[in-house]
Each structure stands twice: as C-alpha cells, then as structure tokens.
Nanobody
Framework: QVQLVESGGGLVQAGDSLRLSCAASGRTFTNYAMGWFRQAPGKEREFVAAISWSGGGTDYADSVKGRFTISRDNAKKTVYLQMNSLKPEDTAVYYC???????????????????WGQGTQVTVSS
C-alpha cells in the first residue's frame, strides 16, 4: 500500500517562506514522477509543481513560477516544495501525489496520479 505523508504547512505572513515535505512509502519511489497540487476553499484543485522520477525535469504553474521550487531526495523517498515570497492567494491545502505509471514524465493532470497524501494547510496572512 502506497502512503504519502505531507508536513511543513502552517500560518505565515505574506512574503515569508515555507518548505513542504512529502514522505513516500510502499512503492519504488525512484521510479515515479511526483506532483504537488493545492485546493483553496470553494475552488477546484489545481496543479502547482511536478518533478520527474530522476529529478532532472520540473514543471510549474505560472502562478508559482519563480517563487516555488520542487525537489526530491530519492535516498530519503521524499519530495519537497520550497515556497518563497508567499502571497495570500497561496492559501490552500497542499497535496502531494505520485504518478500512476513508472518512468513517466511530470504531469499537470491530477488523473495521472493514483495516490495522494492527506494534505497540509498553508495559510498566508496579508
């Protein structure tokens, strides 16, 4: 059984930074691309960032490009999301997810991921 456990969320002020972590188990982590998504109250889930199985390829939503950085440590089976220059509109529950197919490229489509974490709340005050 695959498990993804996020951590690192919290309440910060605009302009602050946070680093989210997602620890994976139950699948050969190194073979799968990973993604971060978020969902704000009353809104649909949206793509934030994704990283290839090797870590050599990344993709970002336009809204976070230049502020957020996704990375992974395959030895620790963990993917990270470094969030800088946070804005109130970044407030959401953040979820990590693992791609359904091994050795597939990063994807912006939630349907391409088959396991999700429980989410971690990020709140940015103005």
């Amino acid at each position: 059984q695959v498990q993804l456990v996020e951590s690192g969320g919290g309440l910060v002020q605009a302009g602050d930074s946070l680093r989210l972590s997602c620890a994976a188990s139950g699948r050969t982590f190194t073979n799968y691309a990973m993604g971060w998504f978020r969902q704000a109250p009353g809104k649909e889930r949206e793509f934030v960032a994704a990283i290839s199985w090797s870590g050599g390829g990344t993709d970002y939503a336009d809204s976070v490009k230049g502020r957020f950085t996704i990375s992974r440590d395959n030895a620790k089976k963990t993917v990270y999301l470094q969030m800088n220059s946070l804005k109130p509109e970044d407030t959401a529950v953040y979820y990590c997810a693992i791609r359904r197919l091994s050795y597939s490229p990063p994807s912006r489509r939630g349907s391409e991921y088959d396991y999700w974490g429980q989410g971690t709340q990020v709140t940015v005050s103005s």
